[in-house]
């Protein structure tokens, strides 16, 4: 059974960075695209942020564009989203997902973690 792990919310202050890692036990990891997702209360889940296998396709969603970086390590099968100048727009649930691309970016990943809280303080 495949298992995606988010770590690194917590409380930050407006203005300020948090790096996310997502850990997974795919044995598919290296061929599948990795996608970082977020749910605000009263809100429905986005797509914040995807990356292919190769790195070589990354997509983000206007609203984090030029803050938020996503990357990830095959052989570690880790994903990670740097975020930077967070705004208080950004407090949310983050969740990470992975899948094929195409229907990871429309929202359906195969698999998803459980989440990580990030809280912003003005």
């Known amino acids: 059974q495949v298992e995606l792990v988010e770590s690194g919310g917590g409380p930050v202050q407006a203005g300020g960075s948090l790096r996310l890692s997502c850990a997974s036990t795919?044995?598919?990891?290296?061929?599948?695209?990795m996608g970082w997702f977020r749910q605000a209360p009263g809100k429905e889940r986005e797509l914040v942020a995807a990356i292919n296998w190769k790195s070589d396709l990354i997509r983000y969603s206007d609203s984090v564009k030029a803050r938020f970086i996503v990357s990830r390590d095959n052989a570690k099968k880790q994903a990670y989203l740097e975020m930077s100048k967070i705004e208080p727009e950004d407090a949310a649930v983050y969740y990470c997902?992975?899948?094929?691309?195409?229907?990871?970016?429309?929202?359906?990943?195969?698999?998803w973690g459980r989440g990580t809280q990030v809280a912003v303080s003005a």
């Open positions: 997902g992975e899948g094929t691309w195409d229907i990871l970016i429309t929202g359906t990943p195969d698999y």
């Open positions: 795919s044995p598919s990891f290296y061929f599948d695209a």
